[in-house]
């Protein structure tokens, strides 16, 4: 375990256990504080793109509760739009939702990390478009699986515009501190954090397992929004993504230890936007799906996503000063 992974079970455990000393069953977890967004500085835009491998929407946004999502719902949503109709209508299993994610365009690819996307990732579309190096474009998680999605075999792409990968970390805490290590090291201007151990733990059965790591990946997403409203950087430049690449399958067609059907659970996953132009506490209701990500993040960062089937998703963004949409 590193000096950062320790450090962050370190500051939860002691964050938990004050609770629990304090307050009953039904306050767990704590209450996070946040920084608010900072007016960015014009050209120097980033993208922080935290994906949660595997939830049900129903044990996170879609909960009235909210009780095992407090930081993403009540610190990070107020500060940027939620999109409460967010869907992978595609294949909902890990390397094609993140293949989507990235490439704007549903890929029935393998899942074991033998095929890669058919057409360009964001990674590459950023770093053909800015001659940004590798270290500039990063992709982490938990899944050793994920590096045939850090670039494609898309005609006048590729390796040579791929993203550099740190990947199969054993916990959720090591995903962070790899992130974190990244973000400190080589200031990249567009990461995708997969946070895979909500699926892991899904697969295993144990209810109360599974809504324990929702707990814990609720508390990374808030430290990441910290970590970056702290570092010069990142503050006032940053546009942080929260969404997933499937879901889990709902109670009537098998329960949350599955997934890979077209149903409810599987389908619908969750979307929270936050950072300089994004509208803060807002809600969008139409639906759009993980297509739309890829050229939602091109237009953030000012690069164009040409074969991507998607829709920039418009509704998120703050109305400009002159009436014209951004």
Known sequence: MTTRTLSVHLALAAAFALVAAACDSTTFPPEHKSTPTRVATPGDRRVVIFIIDGPRYSELFGDPTHQHVPGMWNTLRPLGTLCSNYRNLGYT???PGHATLLSGAWQYIDNLGNTRPLQPTLFEYYRKATGAPASDAVLVGGKLKLDAVTYSTG?????AYGASSSLDYQDDYGTYDALIQHLNQDSPHLVMAS????????????????????????????????????????????????TADHGRHDDAHGGFSGHGDSCDGCQHIPFLALGPG?????????????????RTVGAILGFSTPRSAGLTMQPIFEPSTTGVEN
């Open 93 to 95: 299993i890990t390397n």
């Open 155 to 159: 005609a006048d792409y590729g390796a």
């Open 195 to 242: 946070f895979s151990h909500v699926d892991q733990v899904g697969h295993s059965g144990v209810w109360s397992d599974y809504l324990r790591q929702i707990e814990i990946v609720d508390s990374l997403a808030v430290l990441t929004w910290n970590h970056l409203q702290a570092d010069p950087d990142y503050a006032g430049k940053t546009c942080m993504i929260i």
């Open 278 to 294: 994004i509208r803060a506490d807002y809600e969008v209701t139409s639906q759009y799906t993980q297509r739309d990500l890829c």
